[in-house]
């Protein structure tokens, strides 16, 4: 009967015993060690091999997420995907502060704290996870500095990272690696040994972190730059989850001929047999299977950056049916915001547009053709404290003035457009003036309500100051004042502009026919301006 080793390999019983009842001669005793030696090294090997195979529970299961530009114009609304076939997100790109290069910011425009006030980000990231989604938070990208590219304390900067990891409670980052990101050698020391120690630090603690390197490539597979990015991450201890390839802008690297899926293919493949070599310079050795769970592919929809590059709907079907096959471990686009036709208005498709894919999708999203057989969710990297619980019967919450951060809706109350109010827990915006109009009023479609959902109340909020109009402003309206465009008035306590001269015409018709009406209701942020002695935007 045959066994095995804990080397794995086999070793027949009975031959053992017949060995043993022999007298052996040194040169068998040679042998005999020579062979020993051998089963040893082996099965310390395949250790190091099984060892550097086990998933990160993030990774268990191929997934697919979008990146999200949180600071593109017009705002992308990810929450909103949480409820969707593809509820996942890959927020970008946090990279230094202009002012303090060790400082996170999303994009350089906002930090951590503004962005939770000015986007409202932390509310719509909980909403997300409310409908079922879970998001990935993306380092770096092309337009700005990586937090390693200056933040040359290297205290500062795990400080950096982890700040950011604590705050949205994530599990898989994803580092963009482009420019001087990629290439200066400095800084890729310093991310891959910052990155070691925060793994290291998560891990001990039972918190997840999986880290994927987000990588330019042409059709040939990484650059040197890549590959050089791997092998110090590899070299500083980080067990990556795998390398992203960005698929996109291959320029004169791609075959006349050749579509922009033959192209990725091709480029995923050289990728995919790089990464099996850098893992055995390191020492670990990894079988093709574990290898293209390790690779990632990462299109850019529509149009391209370079001009005669587009990635069409039937590219994204070839690449999704060959990349399934393959079993990558992961399928991304650049970026949910650009899912959707590009509207008549934008004339020249041929330019890339943030909001747009630049090709005639129909009724067809990029998304869904990408993600099939990629059932994954990112939901296993997220740390106990990301998790939201099952929302509460609204008939069962009771709003606390002193836990909500916005007024408590009243039906008593008129709302000027922007003013945001709590109602059962979540906070809500709204989209015009209003009064009497229950937030969370279940209609069948979303313009038929005057409130926009933002996402819950967050746990330790208290009320945020509210800008209001002193007393005596502005003049109460009169039916037989006139007034001229942009005089300003208050009727009812509402303050209003006049869009053209007027006379007799009661601003109460602005609600149902703000069209004709000459009255026009001014927003919150109006009001905040005017108390704050700030000219409004």
Same mark, same amino acid.
């Given at each position: 009967?045959?066994? =095995?080793?804990?080397?794995?390999?086999?070793?027949?019983?009975?031959?053992?015993?017949?060995?043993?009842?022999?007298?052996?001669?040194?040169?068998?005793?040679?042998?005999?060690?020579?062979?020993?030696?051998?089963?040893?090294?082996?099965?310390?090997?395949?250790?190091?091999?099984?060892?550097?195979?086990?998933?990160?529970? @993030?990774?268990?299961?191929?997934?697919?997420?979008?990146?999200?530009?949180?600071?593109?114009?017009?705002?992308?609304?990810?929450?909103?995907?949480?409820?969707?076939?593809?509820?996942?997100?890959?927020?970008?790109?946090?990279?230094?502060?202009?002012?303090?290069?060790?400082?996170?910011?999303?994009?350089?425009?906002?930090?951590?704290?503004?962005?939770?006030? #000015?986007?409202?980000?932390?509310?719509?990231?909980?909403?997300?996870?409310?409908?079922?989604?879970?998001?990935?938070?993306?380092?770096?990208?092309?337009?700005?500095?990586?937090?390693?590219?200056?933040?040359?304390?290297?205290? =500062?900067?795990?400080?950096?990272?982890?700040?950011?990891?604590?705050?949205?409670?994530?599990?898989?980052?994803?580092?963009?690696?482009?420019?001087?990101?990629?290439?200066?050698?400095?800084?890729?020391?310093?991310?891959?040994?910052?990155?070691? #120690?925060?793994?290291?630090?998560?891990?001990?603690?039972?918190?997840?972190?999986?880290?994927?390197?987000?990588?330019?490539?042409?059709?040939?597979?990484?650059?040197?730059?890549?590959?050089?990015?791997?092998?110090?991450?590899?070299?500083?201890?980080?067990?990556?989850?795998?390398?992203?390839?960005?698929?996109?802008?291959?320029? @004169? $690297?791609?075959?006349? %001929?050749?579509?922009?899926?033959?192209?990725?293919?091709?480029?995923?493949?050289?990728?995919?047999?790089?990464? %099996?070599?850098?893992?055995?310079?390191?020492?670990?050795?990894?079988?093709?299977?574990?290898?293209?769970?390790?690779? %990632?592919?990462?299109?850019?929809?529509?149009?391209?950056?370079?001009?005669?590059?587009?990635?069409?709907?039937?590219?994204?079907?070839?690449?999704?049916?060959?990349?399934?096959?393959?079993?990558?471990?992961?399928? @991304?686009?650049?970026?949910?915001?650009?899912?959707?036709?590009?509207?008549?208005?934008?004339?020249?498709?041929?330019?890339? $547009?943030?909001?747009?894919?630049?090709?005639?999708?129909?009724?067809?999203?990029?998304?869904?053709?990408?993600?099939?057989?990629?059932?994954?969710?990112?939901?296993?990297?997220?740390?106990?404290?990301?998790?939201?619980?099952? +929302?509460?019967?609204?008939?069962?919450?009771?709003?606390?003035?002193?836990?909500?951060?916005?007024?408590?809706?009243?039906?008593?109350? @008129?709302?000027?457009?922007?003013?945001?109010?709590?109602?059962?827990?979540?906070?809500?915006?709204?989209?015009?003036? #209003?009064?009497?109009?229950? +937030?969370?009023?279940?209609?069948?479609?979303?313009?038929?309500?005057?409130?926009?959902?933002?996402?819950?109340?967050?746990?330790?909020?208290?009320?945020?100051?509210?800008?209001?109009?002193?007393?005596?402003?502005?003049?109460?309206?009169?039916?037989?004042?006139?007034?001229?465009?942009?005089?300003?008035?208050?009727?009812?306590?509402?303050?209003?502009?006049? =869009?053209?001269?007027?006379?007799?015409?009661?601003?109460?018709?602005?609600?149902?026919?703000?069209?004709?009406? +000459?009255?026009?209701?001014?927003?919150?942020?109006?009001?905040?301006?005017?108390?704050?002695?700030?000219?409004?935007?």
């Amino acid at each position: 009967m045959a066994k =095995k080793n804990r080397a794995g390999a086999s070793v027949d019983a009975e031959a053992v015993v017949e060995l043993s009842d022999r007298r052996l001669s040194p040169l068998r005793v040679s042998i005999a060690i020579v062979v020993l030696l051998a089963v040893v090294a082996a099965g310390f090997f395949g250790a190091r091999t099984w060892a550097s195979t086990q998933a990160d529970p @993030s990774q268990a299961q191929p997934w697919f997420a979008g990146y999200v530009d949180v600071t593109a114009t017009p705002t992308y609304e990810f929450e909103t995907q949480g409820s969707t076939d593809t509820p996942d997100a890959v927020l970008s790109f946090i990279v230094s502060s202009t002012t303090d290069a060790c400082t996170p910011s999303w994009g350089s425009a906002y930090t951590l704290e503004q962005a939770g006030d #000015t986007l409202d980000l932390d509310r719509r990231i909980a909403r997300l996870q409310q409908g079922g989604g879970s998001i990935a938070v993306s380092f770096g990208g092309l337009l700005n500095d990586e937090l390693a590219v200056n933040c040359t304390d290297e205290t =500062k900067l795990e400080a950096a990272y982890a700040s950011v990891l604590d705050r949205y409670k994530v599990g898989t980052i994803d580092l963009d690696l482009e420019g001087a990101g990629l290439t200066d050698t400095a800084a890729v020391e310093r991310r891959a040994s910052a990155i070691a #120690t925060l793994q290291e630090q998560r891990r001990a603690a039972g918190d997840p972190m999986a880290v994927w390197l987000t990588l330019p490539v042409a059709p040939t597979g990484l650059t040197e730059d890549g590959t050089d990015a791997v092998s110090a991450m590899l070299k500083a201890g980080v067990d990556l989850a795998g390398v992203n390839a960005m698929t996109m802008d291959y320029g @004169s $690297s791609r075959s006349v %001929g050749d579509s922009m899926a033959e192209a990725s293919e091709q480029a995923l493949t050289a990728t995919q047999r790089q990464l %099996g070599v850098l893992y055995s310079r390191a020492g670990i050795n990894l079988g093709d299977a574990t290898l293209w769970s390790k690779i %990632g592919a990462t299109p850019m929809i529509g149009q391209n950056d370079v001009v005669d590059e587009v990635f069409s709907l039937k590219d994204a079907k070839l690449l999704n049916a060959w990349v399934a096959d393959k079993g990558l471990g992961r399928m @991304s686009m650049w970026s949910a915001n650009r899912d959707k036709t590009c509207g008549s208005n934008y004339t020249t498709t041929s330019i890339v $547009s943030d909001a747009c894919s630049g090709v005639d999708q129909g009724d067809l999203f990029f998304a869904d053709l990408l993600s099939g057989g990629f059932d994954g969710s990112l939901a296993a990297g997220e740390s106990a404290a990301a998790t939201t619980s099952e +929302p509460t019967q609204a008939a069962e919450i009771a709003d606390d003035p002193a836990t909500s951060p916005y007024p408590i809706w009243s039906s008593d109350a @008129s709302y000027l457009k922007g003013t945001k109010v709590v109602w059962h827990r979540n906070v809500y915006t709204a989209k015009w003036w #209003t009064k009497a109009e229950v +937030p969370d009023n279940p209609v069948l479609n979303d313009w038929e309500s005057p409130w926009q959902l933002v996402g819950p109340v967050l746990e330790g909020e208290t009320p945020i100051p509210q800008a209001s109009l002193p007393a005596g402003t502005f003049p109460e309206w009169t039916g037989d004042a006139t007034y001229q465009k942009g005089d300003r008035i208050l009727f009812s306590g509402v303050p209003y502009e006049a =869009k053209w001269w007027t006379q007799a015409d009661s601003p109460e018709a602005s609600a149902s026919d703000p069209d004709s009406s +000459p009255w026009e209701p001014l927003t919150q942020a109006d009001i905040t301006a005017i108390a704050s002695g700030t000219p409004a935007g």
